[in-house]
């Protein structure tokens, strides 16, 4: 009885005293995305064109759906330095796959995407996996392993493809992954949606989305209430590790073969940034993905404009340094007003 009272106290404590904090970043996220699209709009006659739209709805659903799984991630107390090797592992190990499962077959082009496409995702659940035991049973910091993990997979990658793209896969799984539209918005976009409301639903409603909270937000109040710490701790790291993947596919569907060049480590900076962006505390425990959908969608934008305005590339990163330290004062101002109440 106690303990549960000691639990259900901590997630109110930990939900009120950033509450100024959620409502600045909910505010100050819109505001600066109408600054950038109506000034980039007046200084750039192509960037409110349809096809540069389609094009940042596209880019914004790849980030959106890594940034979903880092922020679960990071709601739970840990770090994924590895979703970016992650991309380009599943995007070698899906058209490897798929290839050689259309030579051998040579039957229905179906039967070689759902082999390559099951392949794809089992690297990156598999990598989450080993991410997710280090982690929880060898109590390894998340930022170490991941960061060993991250290494060691995109090394990988680079030795199934000597850094030589893998072609020869069916063309259907192009055409209707990678290049298909529905009401004139790519396959891309619709999946991303279908994840971010998935996530949203488990954030919510689900027990598993719950005990992420209270194991980010206050360990020792969800040990001493009974919450199953380390499975739920590496559930974390699966689902980052196959949402990662999952972008590796659709890349991959998108360029046309599978590149181990493919994510790296801007995905990786991107998808953090996301996080800490859209209202993730880096300390765990706060953080909803609908809102780091919106700073994915806020980052893509900025990095569009930054180029339809020929911002030099090696200042651009400037850019997302200052927003991020923006972002983590504002963590920090919440944390300290909390203390004080």
Request: hydrophobic fraction near 55%; aromatic fraction near 6%.
């Amino acid at each position: 009885m106690n303990s549960t009272a000691t639990l259900s106290s901590g997630n109110r404590t930990a939900s009120s005293g950033d509450a100024l904090d959620l409502v600045l970043r909910i505010g100050l996220l819109p505001i600066l995305m109408a600054i950038v699209i109506v000034g980039t709009s007046l200084m750039s006659p192509y960037f409110l064109g349809w096809m540069n739209i389609v094009n940042i709805l596209r880019m914004a659903s790849f980030l959106a759906i890594i940034a979903c799984g880092q922020a679960l991630v990071i709601i739970a107390g840990g770090f994924d330095l590895s979703v970016g090797a992650v991309v380009a592992l599943a995007s070698v190990v899906t058209a490897k796959a798929m290839a050689a499962a259309a030579s051998a077959i040579g039957g229905p082009d179906i039967v070689a995407i759902v082999i390559g496409i099951g392949a794809g995702l089992g690297s990156g659940l598999a990598v989450g996996l080993f991410n997710g035991i280090c982690v929880s049973r060898l109590k390894v910091s998340g930022f170490v392993v991941t960061l060993g993990t991250m290494s060691a997979t995109a090394g990988i990658g680079l030795l199934l493809t000597n850094g030589i793209p893998v072609y020869g896969m069916p063309k259907a799984f192009v055409q209707a992954i990678g290049r298909s539209q529905f009401l004139g918005f790519p396959l891309a976009i619709y999946i991303a949606l279908a994840v971010i409301l998935v996530m949203v639903f488990v954030q919510r409603r689900t027990l598993f989305g719950r005990y992420v909270y209270a194991i980010g937000g206050n360990l020792d109040a969800a040990v001493v209430s009974g919450v199953s710490i380390r499975p739920h701790l590496v559930g974390t790291y699966v689902v980052s590790g196959g949402l990662a993947a999952l972008v590796g596919i659709l890349l991959t569907a998108l360029v046309g073969s599978g590149q181990a060049s493919l994510g790296g480590d801007a995905m990786m900076l991107q998808s953090i940034a996301a996080a800490v962006i859209g209202g993730v505390s880096l300390r765990g425990g706060i953080g909803r993905v609908e809102i780091v959908a919106v700073a994915a969608l806020f980052l893509t934008i900025l990095g569009n404009a930054l180029n339809l305005l020929h911002i030099d590339s090696r200042i651009q990163p400037i850019f997302l340094g200052l927003i991020m330290v923006l972002a983590v004062a504002l963590d920090e101002f919440s944390r300290r007003r909390t203390s004080r109440v």
